[in-house]
């Protein structure tokens, strides 16, 4: 599609992994150009990250399939005199640098911002790390279980005999990604009305503070500390994880009307008018009961039965789905959210990658081209 928002700009990405490129990712879809910037004979350490050794093996990882479709990779060192020129001459072509170096590492090797700044004056350089470019804890080495353990995260994961838990992906790495995109583009929305670049430093520490959101905000605002609830939701009841006939079933009957709706449909009218249950506090006083009262009523169906039953009146309800039960939804085909590309390297196979939930003006985002083989847009030597 050739109305995608970031059409016509450039992206120079050193990053590696996942918080650097599922950010480029992003601003790959909606529009932008990304030159990968590897280091020669290695690349990216997710070309050898996934589970499948073969792919790994060829520099082709899982995980680096996943985050790096319709990007260009060239295999530049950066030590190396003549590649440092050749890397500032594609800078001087960029919008945007990004890196998610440890902090300073850049500048260590003579590409500070004012340097940056002043071989393209328009660029906005992003530099994503754990903890940021400042402070006592800048220097050292994060991945996102770190941030996770730190971040207060993994102490409200799971239930009060099983936490700290680890969150199930690598949510502070995606988290990292994401602020990294926003902040790009609010960038380059600035630099349109004032022509001059600017330098963002995104710690994945604070992003991930922030995306945590009632957790961390409600202590700071009442001094009440979160605990480990498991599939429970601290700000209302009956609002978790329900057995039933068949299979686990989502509920999440946080206003009023909800909950009277939802008791009337299990034939338990009578939870309405209990004391216990009368209001959102009072629920939430005697969840467990509650629980305990709705659980019994839930399992004479299925949670397939119940979730368009509930559903369908107005009631958030829904299946517990495994992983690839969720990438086979309908609705995620409808909506075109997932696109399959050219295996690289591979032309009798079909890779199929995730969008990012946006359609613009009615069409999903999609990659071009499938993820790039190390150096595959090297410049052709001259003889």
């Given amino acids: 599609m050739d109305d995608r928002p970031l059409r016509g700009i450039r992206i120079l990405d050193l990053t590696n992994v996942l918080a650097g490129p599922y950010c480029s990712y992003h601003l790959m879809l909606l529009g932008a150009e990304v030159v990968k910037v590897e280091k020669p004979g290695h690349g990216d350490l997710a070309r050898n990250l996934g ?9 082709i990882g899982a995980s680096f399939l996943a985050q790096n479709a319709g990007k260009k990779s060239v295999e530049l060192d950066l030590k190396v005199p003549g590649d440092r020129a050749a890397f500032e001459d594609l800078l001087r072509e960029s919008d945007v640098l ?3 170096f440890r902090a300073g ?13 002043e071989l393209n004056p328009r660029l906005v350089y992003c530099a994503i790390s754990g903890f940021g470019q400042t402070g006592p804890m800048s220097q050292a080495p994060a991945y996102d279980q770190i941030i996770q353990g730190l971040s207060g995260m993994m102490s409200i994961t799971g239930t009060p005999d099983t936490a700290p838990l680890r969150v199930g992906f690598p949510v502070s790495d995606s988290v ?6 926003m902040a790009i583009c609010a960038a380059l929305a600035g630099r349109a009305r004032t022509g001059a670049g600017v330098f963002l430093d995104v710690s994945m520490l604070e992003a991930s503070l922030s995306a945590m959101g009632w957790a961390a905000s409600n202590y700071l605002v009442s001094g009440i500390a979160p605990e480990p609830m498991g599939d429970q ?29 939802l008791c009337r449909l299990v034939d338990r009218a009578d939870l309405v008018t209990d004391p216990r249950f009368v209001d959102r506090e009072a629920r939430k006083a005697h ?20 979730e368009e039953l509930l559903s369908g009146a107005g009631v958030p309800a829904a299946r517990v789905l495994t992983v690839p039960q969720a990438v086979e939804l309908e609705q995620l085909r409808v909506r075109g959210f997932f696109t399959e590309l050219p295996f690289p390297g591979h032309p009798e196979r079909t890779l199929r990658v995730s969008g990012n939930g946006v ?6 985002l999609r990659p071009t081209a499938p993820p790039p083989l190390l150096g595959e847009h090297n410049p052709v030597p001259t003889r």
């Fill in 98 to 100: 990004l890196e998610n």
């Fill in 233 to 261: 939701n601290a700000t209302a009841a009956p609002s978790g994880t329900f057995d039933t006939a068949a299979g686990p079933l989502n509920i999440a009957a946080n206003r009023q009307e909800q909950f009277e709706i």
């Fill in 51 to 59: 589970p499948d050794p073969s792919l790994n093996e060829a520099g």
């Fill in 105 to 117: 590492v850049l500048a260590r090797i003579g590409y500070g911002w004012d340097v940056l700044r």
């Fill in 176 to 181: 990292g990604g994401l602020v990294a995109a």
């Fill in 359 to 364: 359609l613009v003006n009615g069409a999903p």
């Fill in 287 to 306: 969840r467990a009961a509650l629980n305990q009262e709705l659980t019994a009523a839930l399992r004479r169906r299925t949670a397939v039965e119940w």
